[in-house]
């Protein structure tokens, strides 16, 4: 009888470790197979076999829900070989394994039925970057999207693609379509970059040596998203809502992300034991690392406002349209320029402001205002997750003319500024 165990190697280490399934098969014959799951030994309990049940541990439920899921398909396919009268070999369990982890996926061999099992193992793939945790929707969204536009192509070309047909000339036609259906250049790089990573999982399974897509160019524009000033975020705390509880409490949430700088999937589940000697804590969801935020004295009035409990029962949908409406009622309606290429051609529009405005703005305008203020990029970096000063440098939303104030500034203080013509 074969039974399944997990474990971690290295109990002792400080940093997270991987976890292992574990099978004998005889008492020479055994299966160590590496998952994607990763633990802080701290938090590991050997003899549960389980993530314990610490509040320090953000993504414990997550893990034992993935290490449940693999347990109860493995023992169903024991017992399955078992009614059959067929022994479980250790490399029928490496198969499994692989299959479930989306390193194999069954039954496919043509390029159709590949992608189509390629979207719905996202449901149970495990990503390495989320702690874990399976592909998020919005991954597994963009590849239904993508394969969506691939059979458009197809209807309109008269072809039925296979792995051999993903060729550079393909790709040049492929985008060249995209663009006659008037998509941006950024939605075209988001197809252009899922196909490729369906084409790098075909190849890593050996259903194709077609590897031309390793040559793409995905081609990209630098978002022209917005950032709140310090005097437009003062605007918005000091404007009465009192009439519009739904406003009121989008605007509170908002700025609870413009002074702390998290993700509307982070600033939306802070709890009391985030919270301790002033400073925030809190483990990002998007890439699992860990954060240590001060609190700021808006932060702090919001937080007493609503006795530690935030108003965080909203979708990010509906808490971006509540957005607009907030920041149009408040008066944020300076008139921004926008460009964006779409259908290979460069179109400008001019919005107001509150247009644009979308929970994203929260985390922009806190990097935003931190690197206007001169506070050092590295410091904000660490806070936002940026790895380059480069990539950081595009994400923040600040003006030529702000950058001259900023050395206007600078010089001043340090004398170097003596007249103003």
């Excluded at 929707?137 to 963009?142: A, G, N």
């Excluded at 808006?298 to 979708?315: C, D, M, R």
């Excluded at 008139?335 to 979308?358: A, C, D, F, N, P």
């Excluded at 001043?412 to 013509?421: A, F, R, S, Y």
Aim: net charge positive; with cysteine.
């Amino acid at each position: 009888m074969v039974n399944i165990k997990f474990l971690v190697r290295d109990v002792d280490a400080e940093t997270e470790q991987t976890i292992y399934v574990t099978a004998r098969f005889g008492r020479n014959d055994k299966l160590m197979y590496a998952t994607p799951l990763k633990v802080e030994p701290l938090f590991w309990d050997g003899n549960k076999q389980r993530v314990k049940n610490s509040k320090y541990c953000v993504n414990k439920d997550e893990i034992n829900g993935a290490l449940t899921s693999i347990e109860s398909k493995v023992n169903l396919f024991i017992a399955e070989a078992a009614t059959k009268g067929e022994p479980v070999t250790k490399n029928a369990l490496r198969n499994l394994l692989d299959t479930h982890y989306g390193k194999k996926i069954a039954a496919s061999c043509d390029f159709h039925s590949f992608f189509e099992e390629f979207i719905r193992l996202c449901d149970t793939r495990v990503s390495p970057r989320r702690g874990g945790q399976t592909i998020d929707y919005k991954t597994k969204r963009e590849y239904a999207r993508t394969y969506y536009y691939i059979q458009e192509y197809e209807k309109n070309r008269g072809i039925r693609l296979e792995f051999r047909n993903i060729t550079q000339s393909f790709f040049n036609d492929f985008v060249a379509f995209l663009q006659g259906l008037g998509l941006s250049t950024n939605t075209i790089w988001h197809k252009t970059v899922s196909l490729k990573a369906v084409m790098k999982a075909a190849n890593e399974q050996e259903l194709t040596d077609n590897t031309k897509f390793q040559l793409f160019k995905n081609v990209s524009e630098e978002s022209q998203a917005i950032a709140l000033s310090e005097a437009e975020l003062d605007l918005l705390a000091g404007f009465d809502f009192s009439t519009s509880p739904r406003l009121e409490r989008t605007r509170d949430l908002f700025l609870v992300g413009c002074w702390t700088g998290l993700r509307f999937s982070d600033f939306t589940r802070i709890r009391e034991e985030n919270i301790k000697d002033g400073m925030l804590t809190i483990q990002q969801q998007k890439t699992n690392d860990f954060v240590t935020i001060p609190l700021h004295s808006v932060f702090i009035h919001i937080w007493e406002k609503y006795a530690g409990k935030l108003p965080a029962n909203i979708s990010n949908q509906k808490f971006n349209d509540n957005l607009k409406d907030m920041c149009k009622e408040a008066g944020i309606n300076e008139r921004v320029m926008k460009s964006i290429t779409k259908g290979g051609k460069k179109q400008t529009t001019i919005y107001e402001k509150w247009e644009l405005v979308s929970s994203h703005t929260a985390r922009r305008s806190f990097a935003t205002n931190l690197y206007k203020s001169g506070f050092p990029s590295i410091s904000i970096m660490s806070i936002t997750g940026h790895k380059t000063e480069g990539s950081f440098l595009k994400y923040i939303k600040v003006s030529k003319e702000e950058h001259a104030k900023m050395l206007m500034t600078h010089w001043q203080k340090n004398g170097g500024l003596l007249k103003v013509m």
